[in-house]
């Protein structure tokens, strides 16, 4: 149980993939303008993440890993191996939503597709399979409890800056620092708040 509770806690707060560790700023920057573009986002790589977490943890266990399947390991081709199905999962969210929520898809644009190059995505599954023991039962669950987690936070973040961002756009704010600048001080100082969360664990 105790390693549970610090899994959510580090993958969430403490270790905010994009606070902490600075993965995933491109859609973390880009699509955090509104609220409800933020939240589409938020979902999509929840999903993204748990299922690649779930999916990459499973052929990395009883494939890459293991030698009697394929005549040798195969650990060396993990990173080509989970592109592949990452990109394969973020086609299937945009397909979802260009069905689905034409709105959404149009909403977040260009932003949906580089879920794909999203080194947040890539860095949760390389590091389950570097911070978790393959051999043990529990990898797999680790696994995915630490790509939800991570996805979690990456989701509570970018909607924390969505909001903050909606309520400055009528503030008076001096010209040079309008747009950009200012989101990237207010990531800098959210960043800041986080480093509180590391004396949970």
Not at 162 to 183: C, F, H, N, Q, V
């Amino acid at each position: 149980m105790k390693t549970i509770l610090l899994i959510i806690i580090g993958s969430a707060l403490a270790n905010n993939v994009v606070l902490s560790q600075f993965l995933g700023l491109c859609p973390f920057l880009g699509v955090s303008r509104k609220i409800k573009t933020a939240a589409g986002m938020g979902v999509a790589v929840i999903f993204v993440i748990t299922v690649s977490s779930l999916v990459t943890a499973v052929i990395y266990k009883f494939v890459l890993a293991n030698p009697a399947v394929l005549g040798g390991s195969l650990v060396y081709l993990n990173t080509i191996v989970f592109i592949l199905i990452i990109a394969a999962l973020v086609q299937l969210v945009e397909l979802v939503l260009k069905k689905y929520s034409p709105a959404l898809h149009k909403a977040l644009g260009v932003y949906l597709p580089l879920i794909t190059t999203n080194c947040a995505v890539l860095g949760v599954a390389l590091n389950n399979v570097s911070d978790y023991d393959v051999t043990k039962a529990s990898f797999i669950g680790y696994s995915v409890l630490t790509g939800f987690c991570v996805a979690v936070g990456f989701t509570f973040a970018i909607l924390i800056l969505a909001g903050i961002r909606e309520k400055t756009e009528g503030s008076d704010i001096p010209a040079p620092l309008k747009g950009m600048p200012i989101t990237l001080i207010t990531a800098g100082l959210m960043a800041i708040a986080f480093i509180g969360f590391q004396g949970l664990i």
